[in-house]
């Protein structure tokens, strides 16, 4: 359990106006400022009261990890809440209405243990989930923040620390922690990597979000981030910009392509594709510079263009005829992968046709057949899907609104002029 005071800090209480408390807190204690642009992380922050049967009431800080339309969910540290079933929760957004919450998983017992309440809604509007960063590799020395109640300050106060490492598996930070930040998010880039558990000494001590994961897993909790929480662009390791594509399900057509460039929809019935789980696609087709670093890298053999025309061809211009496998290979060493068809088609849907490239069709990871969604495996493995405009698919003559919808299929091994592609990258699942 966290400690109630801090040796070696003289806590100075002056009856202040909040502003002028808060600007003496920050000479006082220049390691606690408060973060430009943590609004929307506090709003995923809450304030936690306790009381459990024969004590005194505490306060500890807890932080959403799911909102529903009728419900949160929120996790804390398991002794924040230990020993009282019905603990109340406060949003930053409503300062007047604490919730009554429902403790449904503790792990009591355990001074790392983890808990999970729900707050019956309606929720006030505006109240965030914030993102769980399970793939960051904490080398120490990192900056971070945390959010929490601590006695001596404002509630909410945004502190900050560094990251010194692992401790066995838990994360341990320098930073003044006090008891009120208990079951607080630790945060490194605006996302949780670990829930404040323990301080000892100087140190403060978090359990890490994977272990986290792992606990919502057993109480069968799905984190899911708000869209505002998650970074809607991104740069990829081989600094392709990169754009979010949220999961959900589209509408789309079956059309049949005839020789001459012609393509009609088949009527029947209503069909959709299903995206579950977020990813970013890149904004543009990987470029013949980007694919030049590869070849140099790598040792791999270029397109045919690439070696023979290297002065005259536009860098900043997709790179074409490449083969199946050459795309999977750039992908992999640009540590991502392929599109599937049905990624991609979504992509295309929510980016409004803006991904779309006239002059070039794309490969993806999918391999052809006839009928789209038949259960039966294609046979013939080297045919993949290619995807792009009608413009770049050679279709001049299209019955219907077709737009992004038209699929056709090329030979794995073999390139072309024209034929190029683009990566994805998946989105961390937070389970």
């Known amino acids: 359990m966290l400690k109630k005071s801090v040796s070696g800090i003289l806590v100075v209480r002056i009856a202040f106006h909040s502003v002028a408390f808060y600007l003496l807190s920050t000479l006082l204690f220049p390691h606690l400022l408060l973060s430009q642009g943590s609004g929307d992380l506090k709003r995923g922050?809450?304030?936690?009261?306790?009381?459990?049967?024969?004590?005194?009431?505490?306060?500890?800080?807890?932080?959403?990890v799911r909102v529903d339309k009728d419900a949160a969910y929120i996790v804390t540290a398991a002794h924040v809440v230990e020993g009282d079933p019905k603990p109340t929760v406060t949003f930053i957004l409503n300062l007047q209405q604490p919730f009554v919450a429902q403790v449904v998983g503790i792990e009591g017992g355990d001074p790392q243990g983890l808990a999970t309440l729900r707050v019956a809604g309606p929720i006030p509007d505006g109240v965030v989930a914030l993102p769980l960063d399970l793939t960051t590799k904490v080398v120490g020395g990192e900056a971070l923040t945390f959010i929490g109640f601590p006695r001596t300050l404002p509630p909410w106060t945004v502190s900050t620390g560094s990251l010194s490492g692992m401790n066995g598996p838990t994360l341990a930070f320098q930073a003044l922690v006090e008891e009120g930040h208990s079951g607080g998010p630790l945060l490194l880039n605006g996302q949780v990597i670990g829930v404040v558990s323990d301080t000892r000494g100087r140190l403060g001590y978090a359990v890490p979000a994977s272990i986290l994961a792992v606990a919502l897993n057993g109480w069968h909790i799905e984190p899911r981030a708000s869209d505002s929480m998650v970074p809607q662009e991104k740069i990829g390791v081989d600094g392709m910009p990169m754009v979010l594509i949220r999961s959900g399900r589209i509408p789309t057509k079956m059309v049949e392509v005839f020789i001459g460039g012609r393509a009609e929809e088949v009527q029947g019935t209503a069909r959709s594709l299903h995206l579950a789980d977020d990813l970013y696609v890149e904004k543009t087709l990987v470029t013949n510079a980007r694919y030049r670093r590869f070849v140099e890298s790598s040792g791999v053999t270029p397109p045919p263009d690439l070696m023979e025309q290297s002065t005259s061809l536009d860098p900043n211009g997709p790179v074409q005829d490449v083969t199946w496998h050459d795309a999977v290979a750039y992908c992999r060493w640009a540590r991502k992968r392929l599109p599937t068809e049905d990624e991609w088609e979504k992509a295309a849907h929510d980016a409004q046709g803006r991904i779309l490239n006239d002059q070039v069709y794309e490969w993806t990871a999918t391999t052809y057949q006839e009928a789209r969604w038949s259960p039966t495996p294609p046979k013939d493995q080297t045919r993949k899907?290619?995807?792009?405009?009608?413009?770049?698919?050679?279709?001049?003559?299209?019955?219907?609104?077709?737009?992004?919808?038209?699929?056709?299929?090329?030979?794995a091994d073999e390139g072309a002029t024209g034929r190029g592609f683009r990566c994805v990258q998946d989105v961390p699942n937070e389970r």
């Open 385 to 411: 899907v290619i995807r792009g405009s009608l413009q770049a698919l050679g279709i001049h003559d299209a019955v219907g609104d077709l737009d992004y919808q038209v699929r056709m299929f090329a030979l």
């Open 45 to 64: 922050v809450v304030k936690i009261t306790a009381q459990a049967e024969g004590q005194q009431s505490k306060v500890g800080t807890g932080f959403v």
